[in-house]
């Protein structure tokens, strides 16, 4: 049974960082040829693209978050995570991870908020 689990969300205050992190499971020995993503969704919007990285470490990302956020994974530890740098209240929303390759899994979602 594939699982991905979210990790390290919480409360930041504007300016402040987070490390979120995606340990998956189920998928191991292949994990290295998924590719890896974070989406986030916030209340009243619709989940949208935050960063993704491909089997071959390309990445790409939002226009929002570009400069600011970092995605990585360590396949050795079948985690991917996402440095998020400079928050800003408009960051806030729960934080999914994604997986894709044939088949598409996805975690249950961590909570980040950015408030003062």
């Known amino acids: 049974q594939v699982q991905l689990v979210e990790s390290g969300g919480g409360l930041a205050q504007p300016g402040g960082s987070l490390r979120l992190s995606c340990a998956a499971s189920?998928?191991?020995?292949?994990?290295?040829?998924?590719?890896m993503g974070w989406y986030r969704q916030a209340p009243g919007k619709e989940r949208e693209l935050v960063a993704r990285?491909?089997?071959?470490?390309?990445?790409n990302y939002a226009d929002s978050v570009k400069g600011r956020f970092t995605i990585s994974r360590d396949n050795a530890k079948n985690t991917v995570y996402l440095e998020m740098n400079s928050l800003k209240p408009e960051d806030t929303a729960v934080y999914y991870c994604?997986?894709?390759?044939?088949?598409?899994?996805w975690g249950q979602g961590t909570q980040v908020t950015v408030s003062s």
């Open positions: 994604k997986a894709e390759r044939v088949q598409t899994y």
């Open positions: 189920g998928i191991s020995i292949v994990f290295r040829f998924y590719t």
């Open positions: 990285v491909t089997s071959g470490s390309s990445t």
